[in-house]
């Protein structure tokens, strides 16, 4: 079992990003489509159980895909970038906190430690979340009950039409982020081990999910806040530490996932090392010069329908593999 929950938390940690752990995405895919988001946030986790399975045992099949198309790689490339830059932007925001001078130090920390990591690669990944994900997950357990005891300061009821397209969306956007880390961290699991691993992820993805949804819900004046949890605990200094440490270490593993994917994705089109690795750390980082809200609020909805694109292809590809391999058979 320690290998199927090394797995967990290496695959929780490539989700649970700014935009998740802040709160900010769960609004935008969820909070915000008024009742029916449970249901939705119900669908996204169960999409996310079937795909986690099928990529887990498709592993070395996908990173076969991905080496040979082009054009899959430049999609995962603008969609990596995307996420990458929200995740910098988000550290940027919550070292902001901080004064002028140490923002500098810890921006230049934060380069050093995440091309330390892209280097060193998947087992590097794997330490970091093994050690990081449970500590994590039970602190925004913490931050998420607080926050629910908390007095709603508005009373309003949002309801967007179109959640049932969201949903889909949430689910592509994430998952074609983090296929390249998921189909890796398969290539060594038995078929149990994987299914237990895909349980383990989306019900832990659906619990928090679900209290992150209530607490936004009941909390409406937290909306349009750049960080909602983070908005929502200010009033309790030791909370508010709390909740900026879990989107510090969310946007920080997702971080280090998303530059690997980057990396391993650049290496179709580039040659030099050096330049692959400026490309996958130092680019996302300027571009996330535009602001948190700004890339999640604009960007992740463009992203989210190339991931839809990303997950159809290997959807596609798996059944004409299958298909393929019923003719031979019957030949």
Do not use: W
Not at 169 to 194: C, E, H, M, P
Not at 221 to 226: I, L, M, N, Q, R
Request: one cysteine or more; charged letters at 15%; proline letters at 2%.
């Amino acid at each position: 079992m320690k290998k199927v929950f090394l797995c967990v938390f290496l695959i929780f940690g490539t989700i649970v990003g700014s935009g998740f752990s802040s709160g900010k995405e769960i609004f935008v895919f969820f909070s915000r489509f008024g009742k029916l988001s449970y249901l939705y946030i119900f669908l996204a986790s169960l999409m996310f159980f079937l795909l986690f399975y099928l990529f887990l045992r498709k592993g070395k099949f996908v990173i076969e895909k991905l080496e040979k198309s082009k054009i899959l790689n430049l999609i995962l490339i603008f969609i990596s970038i995307v996420f990458t830059s929200s995740m910098f932007a988000g550290l940027k925001s919550l070292f902001s906190f901080t004064g002028s001078v140490l923002y500098i130090i810890l921006c230049a920390i934060l380069l050093v430690v995440t091309v330390l990591i892209t280097l060193k690669g998947m087992r590097a990944l794997e330490k970091v979340t093994a050690f990081l994900m449970p500590i994590c997950a039970f602190i925004f357990l913490a931050v998420l009950i607080y926050i629910s005891f908390q007095k709603s300061e508005i009373s309003m009821d949002i309801s967007f039409p179109f959640g049932y397209f969201y949903c889909p969306l949430y689910v592509a956007l994430n998952f074609s982020t983090s296929a390249f880390i998921v189909s890796r961290a398969g290539s060594d699991l038995t078929k149990k081990q994987t299914f237990f691993v895909s349980l383990f992820t989306s019900l832990l993805l659906f619990a928090f999910l679900t209290f992150g949804n209530f607490v936004l819900r009941n909390h409406t004046e937290s909306f349009y806040a750049d960080m909602p949890f983070l908005y929502l605990s200010e009033n309790n200094a030791f909370m508010f530490g709390l909740c900026y440490a879990v989107i510090l270490v969310g946007c920080i593993t997702t971080l280090f996932s998303l530059c690997l994917t980057l990396r391993e994705s650049f290496k179709n089109f580039v040659k030099s090392d050096a330049v692959n690795l400026s490309l996958s750390v130092f680019l996302p980082f300027l571009i996330s010069e535009l602001g948190f809200s700004e890339i999640v609020g604009n960007l992740y909805p463009l992203s989210s329908v190339l991931g839809v694109c990303v997950l159809l292809f290997f959807i596609f590809s798996f059944q004409r593999k299958k298909n393929f391999k019923s003719e031979n058979r019957k030949e």
